[in-house]
């Protein structure tokens, strides 16, 4: 049997394209960060420093949300920026309404098999929209 790096190889799941995928949305991710984000290569989470002295009693209000329907309609038009713009724009509406601040987003995609443009389109559309809101884009998963 296979061990490490080329038991997920002979699984199909391609390490080496996803670290490229990423390399190539990078500077989108960083230039969401806020001065709250610590910067950690290769961790299995996102690390956000809670400024305390910010709230008077900090609660964090946490969301996850899917696109539905409009995953079909992109991949049908072949045009992907938008799904990660509304994953985005939905978890911080329904962060909001408690009235509580959006601070970070953590990512999650799953796909059969990682397209470099479809990759691409979805994460540099969540890190424009978190860029826009003031939002960072800790990171997150992609699963092949």
Known sequence: MSKGKHAY????????????????????????????VIEVDGAFGGLFALDTTRYAEPVLVSSVDGVGTKLMVASMMNRHRSVGV????HCINDIACHGAEPLF??????????RDQLYHEVLSGMAGACREHGVALLGGETAE
């Open 9 to 36: 190889q002979d699984a199909g799941v391609g390490i080496d394209r996803a670290q490229e995928c990423i390399s190539r949305v990078g500077s989108d991710i960083r230039n969401t960060y806020r001065p709250e």
């Open 105 to 114: 987003f953590m990512d999650y995609l799953g796909i059969g098999r990682l």
């Open 86 to 89: 509304d994953l985005v724009h």
